[in-house]
């Protein structure tokens, strides 16, 4: 089943990370790679996804006892050098229509086994809106 992303597609190409996330999972079953190489999320992640995280309907796919979590990350000028995380559909739209440019994160988590990967990366905003000529 093909998820929809949260964004506006009119801003630009999302660049999704599925299939690279897809072999990775694929390495921990087959013992190529370490369960703690995937389940490495920082507190600070996992407290976003218990705060403002968007369930996925999706179990998670190294321990499948905790439904994932998606995260967004805003990240551009004149924000925390953190970044922004919106707490709302409307929140990250606003964000999106900045003047000035900003690169947007969804991250996917498990907040039971600390699973954590970049699903997509998209651009947006620094489009200034052209405002009609007042005649002087």
Request: hydrophobic share 40%.
């Given at each position: 089943m093909?998820?929809?992303?949260?964004?506006?597609?009119?801003?630009g190409a999302i660049i999704e990370y599925r299939v690279q996330r897809n072999a990775l999972?694929?390495?921990?079953?087959?013992?190529q790679?370490?369960?703690?190489?995937?389940?490495?999320?920082?507190?600070?992640?996992?407290?976003?996804?218990?705060?403002?995280?968007?369930l996925m309907g999706e179990l998670c796919p190294v321990c499948s006892k905790e439904e994932l979590r998606q995260?967004?990350?805003?990240?551009?000028?004149?924000?925390?050098?953190?970044?922004?995380?919106?707490?709302?559909?409307?929140?990250?739209?606003?964000?999106?229509?900045?003047?000035?440019?900003?690169?947007?994160?969804?991250v996917e988590v498990c907040i039971g086994c600390k699973f954590n990967h970049l699903l997509r990366k998209w651009h947006a905003g620094g489009q200034v809106e052209q405002r009609p000529k007042v005649a002087k």
């Open positions: 093909a998820r929809r992303p949260i964004v506006d597609l009119a801003h999972v694929r390495q921990v079953r087959e013992g790679k370490m369960v703690e190489d995937l389940c490495d999320a920082h507190f600070n992640l996992i407290r976003a996804a218990k705060g403002v995280g968007r995260v967004v990350y805003v990240f551009g000028d004149k924000l925390s050098a953190s970044g922004v995380c919106p707490i709302s559909k409307a929140d990250l739209r606003r964000l999106e229509r900045r003047e000035l440019p900003v690169t947007c994160y969804a």
